[in-house]
Each structure stands twice: as C-alpha cells, then as structure tokens.
C-alpha cells in the first residue's frame, strides 16, 4: 500500500465519522417521532373501540398519526375535542 491509499482511505472514514455525527441527533429525533406516532396510533385505535358505542371516533390518517406523535396525550385529547364540537 502506498502513502497515497492511506490517505485516501483514512480521509473517507474521516468523512463517513463526521456524517453519521451530524445526523445522529435528527436520525433520533426522527426514530422518537415515529415511535411517539405509532404509540399514539394505538392509543386512538383503543379510544375509537371504546368510545364508537357513543359515536365518537377519530379517523386514523397521516395528520392524525402526526398530531398524536408531535403533541401526544394532549394532540389525541385535542383531536376527540375537535370531532366532538364539529359533531
């Protein structure tokens, strides 16, 4: 191996650190918000069993999905709030 393949080689594992350094945190901020969706996903299939008797249900779709995993307990309150004031 010659000086210029060391080089060559050391720079792309220098690159391929500093790549995955720089999108670490939004890679997990990404894999939170896809677990707080899929959470909050479930949590509003549950609610719809429960609360369809009463003829009060949510429809699960990606704003929906969205809402539950941005804003958690509070967006799925807000969503039931919502469907209940516009009937």
Partial sequence: MDSNTVIIAM???CGVVT????????????IRLILSSAIG???IYVLNMI???MGI?????PVT?????FLGL????????VR????
């Fill in 11 to 13: 720079l792309i594992v």
């Fill in 19 to 30: 790549v995955i350094a720089v999108l670490a945190e939004p890679i997990k901020w990404l």
């Fill in 41 to 43: 996903t479930a949590f």
């Fill in 51 to 53: 609360l369809g008797g």
């Fill in 57 to 61: 249900t949510v429809g699960i779709n």
């Fill in 65 to 69: 999905v969205l809402v539950s995993g």
């Fill in 74 to 81: 509070q967006g799925i309150a807000a969503l039931y709030i």
């Fill in 84 to 87: 209940i004031i516009l009937g």
